[in-house]
């Protein structure tokens, strides 16, 4: 749980975001040890969160990378990441993108495409290499997520269906630069619930007979990643349940000797580890509202007006002994969406009281804008200050 040096953080400019690196390395630890229990193996999905600062920390557990941009590749790498680690997804990548990720020697490329395939192969030919492939399947299994962050269902554009799985393969075993030796899924991000990942296990079981028939020698199993985190109650449950959640897939999952599994984890690791610490403007009523306008916006932390998302919010200065009252939070932007929460219970707040916004780790810093011409938002670890 995170100890807020609230004192300290008066004399700030706000707003920013604060990491605690506590948190994030007993994260680490614990993905670490449950993951080494099973042998699994780790990609952090680094477009959760890309601080050069936080990377630094992730490296040192020895994780692989999940990618999804040329741009994340070289991030990764610039910031000591190893190449034989990196899995390269994305549904339209380019020309420049894959040449370059074939001259770093990636791990992997998760392939959504017949096209996208041959077009790899071409590419591949021309730098005279084979190219590891993991077909990334849509497996039709319903996340129970929000729509924009669910992937697995038959209308969603990632990966191929189920019924091309014999032409892709089929084809894939005819090109010679291809080395067709995965299968990637990712159903969704934030799962909360366990059947998700349980329906995933038995499809992959299901696709791994019907690959393996076809004359397909799969050795990597990438299930994606997903795991939720906890909104409603980051202090009290601030380190998602990774035993859980990897004991599901050695339970369920059927693998031969020489297969192995891998995950592509990001919010899970680095979502509860960030705050976004604000300062209230003006408190305004209004004729049915109480606002509390603060200084960060939807420009800072889009979560909410993006995906309708709840972050738990509280006031950090404010004397919780007084009477509490309702209030919309909401920021300075000029758009109805920048509204943090609506009608939230808050001790009686005033202008320059600090406001964290919890769970801000993970689609926060990365996803913020200049929308407005407004500042982008620092970023701020506890052994700085
Ligand atoms: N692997 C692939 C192929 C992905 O597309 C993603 C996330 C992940 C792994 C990591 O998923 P996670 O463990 O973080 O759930 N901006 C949205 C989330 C978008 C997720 C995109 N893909 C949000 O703020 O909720």
Do not use: W
């Amino acid at each position: 749980m995170t100890n807020f040096p609230i004192d300290k953080f008066k004399n700030l400019e706000t707003p920013f975001y604060y990491y605690d690196t506590k948190l994030l390395k007993d994260t680490l630890n614990i993905v670490k040890q449950c993951s080494e229990k099973y042998n699994f193996h780790i990609h952090y999905a680094i477009k959760a969160n890309y601080n050069p600062k936080l990377l630094q920390i992730i490296k040192e557990y020895g994780f692989g990378v999940d990618c999804v941009s040329g741009g994340e590749i070289d991030t990764a790498l610039n910031n000591g990441f190893k190449a034989d680690k990196i899995m390269f997804a994305g549904v339209g990548k380019t020309d420049k993108e894959i040449n370059s990720a074939l001259q770093s020697n990636i791990f992997c490329f998760n392939v959504e495409s017949i096209p996208e395939l041959m077009n790899i192969n071409e590419l591949a030919e021309k730098q005279g290499k084979v190219a590891n492939i993991a077909v990334r399947i849509n497996p039709e299994v319903n996340a129970h997520t929000h729509q924009y962050i669910s992937t697995g269902l038959k209308e969603n554009k990632f990966g191929i269906n189920m019924e091309f799985i014999p032409a892709f393969v089929k084809t894939a075993l005819t090109l010679p630069n291809i080395n067709l030796c995965g299968i990637h899924f990712h159903i969704g991000s934030q799962i909360t619930e366990t059947e998700p990942f349980e329906k995933l296990c038995s499809r992959i079981n299901e696709i791994l007979g019907i690959i393996t028939n076809l004359g397909a020698k799969i050795t990597i199993i990438d299930v994606g990643g997903g795991l939720g985190i906890d909104y409603n109650n980051p202090k009290q449950n601030s380190i998602p349940d990774f035993e859980g959640y990897f004991k599901i897939f050695h339970d369920h999952l059927k693998i031969e000797e020489g297969q192995e599994i891998h995950f592509e984890p990001g919010r899970s690791i680095v979502g509860q580890c960030g705050t976004l610490i604000s300062r209230v403007l003006y408190v305004k009523e209004g004729s049915e509202k109480k606002f509390i306008i603060i200084d960060a916006g939807m420009n800072d932390l889009i979560r909410p007006a993006l995906y309708q998302a709840h972050h738990h919010i509280e006031n950090l200065t404010a004397d919780n002994s007084m009477i509490d009252d309702i209030y919309d939070v909401v920021g300075p932007v000029c758009e109805s969406s920048d509204c943090f929460s609506n009608d939230e219970r808050l001790p009686i707040s005033h202008r320059r009281d600090l406001i964290a916004i919890y769970s801000a780790g993970a689609y926060g810093e990365v996803m913020s804008s200049t929308y407005n011409c407004r500042d982008l938002s620092k970023s701020i670890l506890d052994y700085e200050i």
